[in-house]
């Protein structure tokens, strides 16, 4: 299977999922659960894969171009580093096959809500004084992602 085939299948049976709980429970909250679930997911993964780490921003940079190069997000996002600094590491993704298809299966706001919204979350985890900014995100209708994680004063 291709990697667009991979996500594909996954997406294909949890999206209509997760829409159906939606119906359920309400889409505000289903989109609060899902960010939140994410964001308790990821958390715990970069505290443990980052445990090693110090804090600063060069190590971040390190570990998220690292988890970009492996499987199968090697080929799920084409980007480019526009900044990076002892205080900034910027990334812009031109292409995203993640938004691709939500996109496609009309579940944007499910794709932010469990790839996107986690970021600060995930600064935060590295480093309690990080923070991150979401310039744009293709999820949300722009053209690229461009996401900021900075050092606070």
Known sequence: MSVEEVFRFTFNYCVPVFKNIGKKIGNEKLLNLLTESSADNFTEFIKTSTQDKSGDMKAFAEFVKGYLATPPYDKASKYKITEESDKVFEVKYTDCLMAKLYK?????????????????????????KMGVKSIKNIMK?????????????
Do not use: H, Q, W
């Not at 209708?141 to 004063?153: K, Q, S």
């Open 141 to 153: 209708g722009d053209d690229v992602c461009i996401e900021r994680f900075y050092l606070e004063a």
């Open 104 to 128: 496609e299966m009309n579940a944007s706001d499910i794709g932010y809500a469990i790839e996107c919204a986690p970021s600060d979350k995930i600064a935060k985890a590295f480093n309690p």
